[in-house]
């Protein structure tokens, strides 16, 4: 099927290198029902997590260009190693030169910004992929809105693959969820605020609650990232009035579709129709 036959003009495009990004698109959908959205998956080139900045970069890019193509005036990194590796870049450089009127939005920052409002002693730990925690992203936008604050990251790269083979709830992704954790706690004993810093962890939430201490929260990014949404249409009715409000959904994976179907329904759960869409 041809691009053509693609196009859905005033979807927000949502983008995520694989399945995760559907736990931020399920509570976009939740808070927001009546947009029209587009999700994209690149489901054949995931995991991101520890490619390099530039493969993330171009990767990323790639699927923007592809969302543009298909009428999306609005696109959210719902992928931290994609916000970490390739979002700064992109609105700065690339957007002048693709369509200064269309906006690429991330989820590091909405995450940040409610930090402040949730953790009491300022210490801070981060779990994510290899390539998140590399970036110290997160470190970085931390230290813009809360500069005594103090940040611990840990690498999980194992999470995110457990998940994707639906193997989450078995003893091995206990094994490792309890071994990373510990590993964190270890850096800092006093963090009381732990970040998901990659948006398929929030499926392994159970497993991860069983290892924190009751005193410990844990920041799952959806919500925050679909009320970031939300209140960045609000302020922005430009943009707004040229997002259509029909209540459809699209689904679109670089991989197979009927393997897409099966993993959506564990992020979503509900069952979704997808297509493939190839992107160069």
């Known amino acids: 099927m041809t691009l053509t036959n693609k196009l859905a003009p005033g979807s927000i495009g949502v983008f995520d290198s694989g399945y995760g990004g559907l736990t931020i698109l399920s509570e976009i959908q939740s808070l927001m029902p009546e947009y029209d959205y587009i999700y994209l998956g690149d489901n054949l080139r995931a995991p991101y997590g520890s490619r390099s900045f530039e493969t993330v970069y171009e990767f990323t890019k790639q699927a923007v260009e592809a969302l543009f193509g298909m009428g999306c005036n609005l696109v959210v990194l719902a992928c931290n190693t994609a916000s970490a590796k390739a979002l700064r870049t992109i609105q700065q450089n690339d957007l002048p030169m693709l369509n200064p009127d269309k906006r690429v939005l991330g989820v590091i920052r909405p995450t940040v910004e409610v930090v402040g409002n949730i953790s009491k002693n300022g210490h801070i730990g981060i779990l994510g992929t290899i390539g998140t925690i590399q970036s110290k992203s997160y470190d970085i936008e931390i230290a813009k809105f809360y500069p005594d604050f103090k940040v611990s990251g840990q690498a999980c790269p194992m999470w995110a693959p457990l ?46 609650k069983k290892q924190l201490p009751e005193n410990i929260n844990v920041i799952s990014q959806g919500y925050y990232v679909a009320n970031s949404l939300k209140d960045y249409l609000h302020r922005h009715t430009d ?10 959904t699209r689904y679109y994976s670089t991989e197979s579709p009927e ?16 297509e493939r869409l190839i992107i160069q």
């Open 239 to 248: 943009m707004d009035s040229v997002c259509k409000k029909n209540g459809i």
């Open 163 to 208: 998940v994707e083979n639906n193997e989450y709830e078995n003893e091995g992704a206990d094994y490792f969820v309890r071994k990373n954790i510990g590993q964190l706690l270890t850096k800092d004993a006093d963090i009381d605020t732990i970040i998901l810093g990659c948006t398929h962890y929030p499926i392994l939430l159970n497993s991860i």
């Open 259 to 274: 393997k897409f179907e099966e993993a959506a329904s564990i992020f979503m759960g509900k069952k979704v129709s997808a």
